[in-house]
């Protein structure tokens, strides 16, 4: 069933119950997912994190990689999560922060499977937010402030021209191999070549940091090589290379 947000409306929706349970089958068939600063050292130790460009308006988001095939999480396999860490963008489901008007409202699913007759309530009889929902909110909060923290820390990383576009050559145990391009990591050699004064800037600012996780982050394609195994299609070896130039050999968009 499609994943339909709608916003959440205290009258509308005052008698909404929502399972208390942490649910992620529903990114199965999600194989990047968004994910922002105040996660990367956490998802560093766990999966690849790369920076793409939206191809409709050429904006750069950082995001985790659960897989290299489209549609195919690799950390979904016999019906739970195979790893540590999950990113925020999916720790979130059922419910997402978004515009609503000139604010930020919270939004759920209301096809989800969490939304049920018995669980936990979301307003009081009052219609006053429930310490779940409070819990809740201050989740999305968070989120929101990671996601704008973020988009400046993108911002920085742009102006500096720190961003190389890379490939990743993929070889599989059957025998077919691809290419897999349109994703983008931190240049080392031009992040060793700025300038104290923009060094210390970038420290103090924690994007510093934030570089040397999503660097350190493509040992993990190894991690997704090994969760391969339960596939249908497993893995035998990656490797990653600077992206070839426009033309040259086969190209599979991430």
């Known amino acids: 069933m499609a994943i339909n947000y709608i916003p959440l409306d205290k009258d509308k929706h005052k008698d909404l119950k ?3 349970k942490l649910d992620l089958s529903f ?12 996660e990367f050292a956490h998802l560093a130790s766990t999966m690849p994190v790369v920076f793409i460009e939206d191809p ?28 540590p860490h999950v990113p925020l963008n999916i ?11 000139d604010k930020l409202g919270v939004f759920f699913d209301e096809h989800s499977s969490l939304v049920t007759d018995e669980g936990e309530a979301l307003f009081t009889e009052e219609g006053e937010p429930s310490d779940f929902l409070k819990n809740r909110q201050q989740f999305l909060a968070e989120l929101a402030n990671s996601e704008m923290l973020n988009q400046r820390f993108v911002k920085r990383v742009v102006e500096l021209e720190l961003l190389e576009s890379v490939q990743i050559g ?3 145990e059957d025998g077919s191999a691809r290419n897999v391009t349109g994703i983008m990591s931190i240049d080392e050699k031009k992040l060793n070549a700025l300038d104290d004064a923009i060094v210390l800037e970038l420290h103090k600012a924690g994007f510093l940091g934030a570089m040397y996780a999503i660097m350190m982050s493509l040992a993990q394609l ?8 339960k596939t249908d299609k497993p893995i035998r070896t990656v490797q990653i290379r600077p992206a070839p130039k426009e033309g040259e050999g086969e190209q599979t968009t991430a």
Do not use: C
């Open 18 to 20: 929502i399972t208390p």
């Open 27 to 38: 990114a199965k068939e999600t194989h990047l997912a968004a994910a922002t600063i105040r």
């Open 56 to 83: 409709t308006n050429k904006n750069i988001h950082t995001v985790a990689m659960l897989g290299v095939d489209q549609n195919k999480n690799l950390f979904w396999a016999d019906d739970r999560w195979q790893g």
């Open 91 to 101: 720790q979130r489901y059922p419910f997402d922060i978004r515009p609503d008007g």
């Open 170 to 172: 993929i070889q599989y």
């Open 222 to 229: 190894n991690r997704l090589v090994e969760l391969s195994n």
